[in-house]
């Protein structure tokens, strides 16, 4: 029979407060981890964010790593283990569970993705003159993948809007691109519960839609970070929606540029793809 203590324990009893497990611990990290961070960005994975080691421990026991000459910092600013330190890791990991190594690891990938995140994505209110728009932003690595703007003379209701982007922006993007590229909806948010503000807002928002006579225009721009279809759907003299849509290579974005601009329903579509982008 497999036997696992471990599986007794509380997670909060999984919180590493003796030094000498900390720093196998935090060398264990280091030596696993694909992705290199800074003393802050360490200190914030192992303490804050997965709450795996105290956060007085790890003070405590990065400074000896340090002194005894177990780590070092490259000219980037990033950690990493000495020949020494990889040495001792690698004889003493094994003395730390496993599943407080896993647990690092895990909270490590998930603060860089939360930070890659924080740099790639944006969600704002920007202003036209008189008009609000809802705007988000969604990048890889600074080359643009889509950047939406609704536009209303209602400051409310770009905030609501903006509020739904917020909510998703990874899943707004995919919804969007879906749309372009003619692949099957996704399921909607519309079960989720709303206030009544809420509801009134949504309703606003379709009926606008659904009375907007849009005509798109598009264009394609060689900007620094890439190739960019660029899209404004207009009623009459009025922008309601910009939408910029990164593209591969020119194929691809005249490829886009056609499906925008013969779809006469895109900005009833993308304001659907905002309203059903709920959690």
Not at 84 to 112: F, H, I, K
Not at 168 to 179: A, K, T
Request: glycine share 6%; charged share 30%; with cysteine.
């Amino acid at each position: 029979m497999e036997r696992n203590p471990e599986r007794f324990f509380s997670q909060q009893m999984k919180t590493v407060f003796d030094v000498s497990q900390a720093k196998i611990l935090i060398g264990s990290f280091l030596s696993s981890s694909q992705t290199p961070c800074t003393a802050a960005q360490l200190r914030e994975i192992l303490t804050v964010n997965g709450n795996v080691i105290g956060y007085f421990t790890y003070v405590e026991a990065f400074e000896q790593m340090c002194r005894n000459g177990m780590t070092e910092t490259d000219d980037e600013g990033h950690v990493k283990l000495t020949e020494t330190g990889r040495q001792l890791v690698a004889e003493l990991e094994s003395m730390v569970p496993r599943s407080l190594r896993d647990r690092a690891l895990a909270s490590g990938e998930e603060y860089m993705q939360e930070e890659k995140n924080r740099r790639d994505i944006s969600v704002e209110l920007v202003s036209r003159g008189d008009d609000c728009g809802a705007q988000c932003e969604c990048c890889d690595s600074g080359r643009m993948l889509m950047r939406m703007v609704l536009w209303n003379t209602d400051r409310e209701l770009s905030d609501h809007e903006r509020s739904l982007m917020n909510s998703d922006p990874s899943r707004l993007y995919c919804s969007v691109m879906d749309h372009i590229l003619g692949a099957p909806a996704s399921e909607g948010g519309d079960s989720v519960q709303q206030t009544d503000l809420e509801k009134r807002l949504t309703a606003a928002a379709r009926e606008k839609a659904e009375r907007a006579q849009t005509k798109n225009s598009c264009r394609i721009k060689q900007l620094p970070q890439g190739l960019i279809v660029s899209c404004k759907c207009s009623c009459g003299a009025k922008v309601l929606m910009e939408l910029d849509v990164g593209a591969p290579d020119k194929e691809q974005a005249q490829y886009i540029a056609n499906r925008l601009e013969q779809d006469t329903g895109l900005y009833k579509s993308a304001v659907e793809c905002v309203l059903k982008n709920r959690i």
